[in-house]
């Protein structure tokens, strides 16, 4: 079982507060990675990581910004909520396998309603 | 560039039927390929994984073979049941150590 962790589950908040959703993951894993996803649809890539002070934006377009302090550690931040940003965000990391044979493990995912 | 192409869904079957979600994909080299499945509700999980081309990966019932000559990852199962009932995304090891996803497919399994 995967030792991937996000929070909140589910968050509902107001139009322009600031958030940040949590992520942790205790398998040592250097590279982690933030998806959007409605439910059920295509996951688009937002901010990934390589390793400890490593970040890099991904293919979607995205007002969020990450940090990567610890290795164990890649939250996620919205200075300003919109309605648009309601979503699911998903965050992963990586078994470094060899030849790119490493799988993702994923959180369960944050729920994000902005009203 | 890479990608992956799945079978449109949804998918709907009736509970003990074959199931096939065609999986095709363009890359460079010798990719690793991956099927995920995302249950409602949750994130997803790594479904089974073959990593060189003839491999087989197999878990729960399910299983694909990596046929670099059609180019193809195609995930089977002899009998579905209802629990089956899911996303499933196709994936392969891209660039810069990414994964390249294919769009999902929704299985609905009726009893």
């Known amino acids: 079982e995967a030792d991937i962790y996000q929070t909140p589950r589910y968050l509902v908040i107001g139009t322009g507060k600031k958030i940040t959703l949590e992520c942790s993951q205790t398998m040592g894993h250097d590279k982690m990675y933030w998806y959007q996803q409605d439910p059920g649809m295509e996951l688009h890539l937002i901010h990934y990581?390589?390793?400890?002070?490593?970040?890099e934006k991904g293919d979607l377009s995205s007002e969020s910004t990450v940090s990567r302090i610890r290795t164990e550690h890649f939250p996620l931040t919205l200075e300003s909520a919109r309605p648009s940003h309601t979503s699911q965000y998903l965050c992963?990391?990586?078994?470094?396998?060899?030849?790119?044979?490493?799988?993702?493990?994923f959180g369960e995912g944050s729920r994000l309603t902005v009203l | 560039g890479d990608s992956v192409t799945q079978m449109e869904g949804p998918v709907t079957l009736s509970e003990e039927a074959f199931l096939t979600i065609n999986c095709t994909y363009t890359?460079?080299?010798?990719?690793?390929l991956f099927w995920y499945v995302q249950y409602p509700g949750e994130g997803l999980q790594l479904l089974l994984k073959?990593?060189?081309a003839d491999d087989k990966g197999s878990n729960k019932g399910f299983e694909a073979t990596y046929r670099k000559e059609t180019t193809s990852f195609h995930l089977e199962k002899g009998s579905v049941q209802v629990s089956d009932s899911a996303v499933y995304f196709c994936?392969?090891?891209?660039?810069?150590?990414?994964?390249?996803w294919g769009a999902g497919t929704k299985l609905i399994i009726k009893p």
């Open positions: 994936a392969l090891s891209g660039p810069r150590y990414q994964l390249i």
């Open positions: 890359a460079t080299g010798y990719p690793s």
């Open positions: 992963a990391s990586r078994n470094p396998g060899t030849g790119g044979s490493g799988e993702l493990f």
């Open positions: 990581s390589y390793g400890v002070n490593s970040t």
């Open positions: 073959a990593t060189k």
